[in-house]
């Protein structure tokens, strides 16, 4: 929390600002974990973690059937469980076009990517900018949801003026604070990637 609500005397405003808050929190991580399927200099076991795959007929996601790991820093080996899914979870990471083919020996499968290029790396700042725009979009439209609401309760509880302004300037720095945390997550997942 990054401000304190409890100054308001009205519950529903104070609701409507810690709803809005934890809104606003969601989509900064939700930013996050989708930076960390963007494969930077050294790859990350997120990338295919979310992967689903088959397993008797039950979509499951990848990490709940193997043992994932790095074994370089371009090398993703995913031991699985039981190996009689291997060809469907090959199948899978081949539909996912995660960025390498699957090499499987009859235990283990890797994945082993292409040292990335000065083109590939710019491919993939386009892609971390689109989902950081994505993102600010979401708390944008987070705002004017807020924004609405207030002005309903305002209108309901006859909320004075002053009050309905103040919290109107809480939404806007809360606004403005995670969109700068967006940023920031942002100039750092493009150095990581530009870093050779």
């Not at 005397?9 to 991580?29: A, P, Q, R, S, Y």
């Not at 990338?47 to 990848?62: H, K, S, W």
């Not at 439209?141 to 309760?153: C, E, G, H, S, V």
């Amino acid at each position: 929390m990054v401000y304190n609500f409890m100054d308001y005397l009205n519950d529903k405003i104070t609701e409507l600002l810690i709803t809005f808050e934890d809104k606003l929190g969601k989509t900064v991580n939700f930013v996050t974990n989708e930076f960390t399927t963007v494969r930077a200099g050294r790859v990350n076991t997120n990338i295919v973690e979310r992967i689903t795959v088959d397993y008797f007929g039950v979509a499951t996601p990848l990490r709940q059937l193997a043992n994932i790991s790095c074994s370089d820093s371009r090398t993703i080996v995913i031991n699985l469980w039981d190996t009689a899914i291997l060809r469907e979870a090959c199948k899978a990471i081949t539909l996912a076009q995660v960025g390498a083919n699957p090499i499987d020996d009859g235990r283990v499968i890797r994945l082993i990517f292409p040292q990335l290029t000065e083109e590939r790396r710019k491919e993939l700042v386009k892609q971390v900018r689109k989902i950081c725009e994505d993102g600010k979009v979401a708390i944008r439209n987070d705002r004017r949801a807020a924004m609405d609401q207030l002005k309903k309760i305002g209108k309901e509880d006859k909320v004075s003026e002053d009050e309905q302004e103040q919290v109107e300037k809480d939404i806007q720095k809360l606004t403005d604070s995670y969109v700068t945390s967006l940023d920031k997550l942002l100039g750092k997942k493009e150095t990581e990637i530009m870093e050779i």
